[in-house]
Nanobody
């Protein structure tokens, strides 16, 4: 059974930094994609960042580019999201997602989410 478990969410002040972690169990995703999405209050879930294959290829939403960094440790089957210069609009539940392949499409697995709240 595949599971994705996020951690690291917290209540932080604007301008602070935070690192989220997502540990995958049940299979590896070195041949697929690991990604972060988020859903803010009253908003639809949106893409944040993704890491393809070994992690050399990454993509970011424009709203987080230059502030967030996605990385993965394939030996630990873990993907990280390092967030800096946090803003109140980054407040959301952050979800980890994984795809078994690098072919664009729906993600196969989702975590339960971790809450990030940024206050000004």
């Amino acid at each position: 059974q595949v599971q994705l478990v996020e951690s690291g969410g917290a209540l932080v002040q604007a301008g602070d930094s935070l690192r989220l972690s997502c540990v995958a169990s049940g299979r590896t995703f070195i041949d697929g994609i690991m990604a972060w999405f988020r859903q803010g209050p009253g908003r639809e879930r949106e893409f944040v960042a993704s890491s393809v294959g070994t992690g050399d290829t990454t993509y970011y939403a424009e709203s987080v580019k230059d502030r967030f960094l996605i990385s993965r440790d394939n030996a630990k089957n873990t993907v990280y999201l390092e967030m800096s210069s946090l803003k109140p609009e980054d407040t959301a539940i952050y979800y980890c997602a994984a795809s078994e392949t690098v072919i664009p499409g729906a993600y196969d697995y989702w975590g339960q989410g971790t809450q990030v709240t940024v206050y000004s």
